[in-house]
T-cell receptor, first 110, second 114 residues
Framework: EDKVVQSPLSLVVHEGDTVTLNCSYE??????LLWYKQEKKAPTFLFML????IEKKSGRLSSILDKKELFSILNITATQTGDSAVYLC??????????FGQGTILTVHP | DTGVSQNPRHKITKRGQNVTFRCDPI?????LYWYRQTLGQGPEFLTY????????KSRLLSDRFSAERPKGSFSTLEIQRTEQGDSAMYLC????????????FGQGTRLTVV
C-alpha cells in the first residue's frame, strides 16, 4: 500500500525563522513528488519534483527530492505570518494519482 | 475558465439520505480525481477518471459511493444512505494527461451528516 509520512506534524516558529519540512514516501509507479499549501480551503500547488537533486525555488520557498532515499524537504526562509498553513506532501503516480501525507501544521507568530 | 468548480460548497443532510456532488474540471483536462479529507488528515484518494472511463477506485470506497463522468467533462459523486462517518470535505482535482502537470483542486464540498 502506498504511504507518505510527513514530519514534524506541527511546528511553531517566530517570524524570520527558517523551517524545514520533511516528507518520506513509498509509492508504486512513482513519478513525482508534490507539495501543496492548504489554508482552510482547497490545497494550492507549490512544487512538483520529478528529478533527484535539483532544487526548485519560488521566492522564500525551496524544495528538493532524493529518489534514492525516497525523501523530500520543503524549506521556508524568513517566515512570515502569512506562511501559517498546513503543508501537504504527496507522491504522484505516472497517471497523476496522489497519495498524501498527514500534513505539517505550521504556525508563524509575529 | 477559472479553474475546477465544485457544487454545492456545503451540504448538510440527515443520516440515511442520498447526496450528489458535482465537479466541473478545467476544460481541457481529461483526467479527473475525487479525494476525501477529514479533519487533521491529508486528502485520501477515492477514484480516478481518464476521459469518461473510471480507471481506478480506492478500496476505501464502499458500494454506497458511485462516481460518473458520462461525457468526459463534468463528474458526479453520489453517496447513498449517508452515515455520520461520511462527514468530510470532498475534493475534486483535474489534470491534463498530455503535459502530465500537477493536479489543480476545486474548493471542495463540505458534507455534514446529522
Amino acid at each position: 500500500e502506498d504511504k507518505v509520512v510527513q514530519s514534524p506534524l506541527s511546528l511553531v516558529v517566530h517570524e524570520g525563522d527558517t523551517v524545514t519540512l520533511n516528507c518520506s514516501y513509498e509509492v508504486t509507479n512513482f513519478r513525482s513528488l508534490l507539495w501543496y499549501k492548504q489554508e482552510k480551503k482547497a490545497p494550492t500547488f507549490l512544487f512538483m519534483l520529478t528529478s533527484s537533486g535539483i532544487e526548485k525555488k519560488s521566492g522564500r520557498l525551496s524544495s528538493i527530492l532524493d529518489k534514492k532515499e525516497l525523501f523530500s524537504i520543503l524549506n521556508i526562509t524568513a517566515t512570515q505570518t502569512g506562511d501559517s498553513a498546513v503543508y501537504l506532501c504527496a507522491g504522484g503516480t505516472s497517471y497523476g494519482k496522489l497519495t498524501f501525507g498527514q500534513g505539517t501544521i505550521l504556525t508563524v507568530h509575529p | 475558465d477559472t479553474g475546477v468548480s465544485q457544487n454545492p460548497r456545503h451540504k448538510i443532510t440527515k443520516r440515511g439520505q442520498n447526496v450528489t456532488f458535482r465537479c466541473d474540471p478545467i476544460s481541457e483536462h481529461n483526467r479527473l480525481y475525487w479525494y476525501r479529507q477529514t479533519l487533521g488528515q491529508g486528502p485520501e484518494f477515492l477514484t480516478y477518471f481518464q476521459n469518461e472511463a473510471q480507471l481506478e477506485k480506492s478500496r476505501l470506497l464502499s458500494d454506497r459511493f458511485s462516481a460518473e463522468r458520462p461525457k468526459g467533462s463534468f463528474s458526479t459523486l453520489e453517496i447513498q444512505r449517508t452515515e455520520q462517518g461520511d462527514s468530510a470535505m470532498y475534493l475534486c482535482a483535474s489534470s491534463f494527461e498530455q503535459t502530465n502537470t500537477e493536479a489543480f483542486f476545486g474548493q471542495g464540498t463540505r458534507l455534514t451528516v446529522v
